[in-house]
């Protein structure tokens, strides 16, 4: 009889190796397109470039632009160069 209770609690090769089988299929059946579906709504936004204040580059929304509020519009060139020069 503990022969048999022994032999029940064992898990054999054959029982081990269509589990493994099953779990290399689940990327088949689509379970992983949840993610690309995230990335293609968020390449559909336009962006612009612009310049901060130490001379780098940065990308932003064309939507946050729009929403954004203008400190200063219209600067001439000269204020705008000076701006640069105490900057650097």
């Known amino acids: 009889?503990?022969?048999?209770?022994?032999?029940k609690k064992q898990i054999s090769r054959r029982k081990i190796l269509p589990i493994l089988g099953?779990?290399?299929?689940?990327?088949?059946?689509g379970f992983g397109n949840v993610?690309?579906?995230k990335s293609t709504e968020s390449?559909?936004?336009?962006?612009k470039i612009l310049l901060r204040k130490d001379g780098t580059t940065v990308k932003v929304k064309t939507s946050t632009l729009k929403n954004s509020k203008a400190?200063?519009?219209?600067?001439?060139?000269?204020s705008f160069?000076?701006?640069?020069k105490n900057k650097f």
Do not use: A, D, H, Q
């Open 81 to 84: 160069y000076n701006w640069l």
């Open 43 to 47: 390449s559909n936004e336009e962006y």
């Open 35 to 37: 993610i690309s579906e």
């Open 22 to 29: 099953g779990g290399l299929l689940i990327p088949l059946f």
């Open 71 to 78: 400190v200063k519009k219209n600067i001439s060139n000269n």
């Open 1 to 7: 009889m503990e022969e048999l209770n022994n032999n």
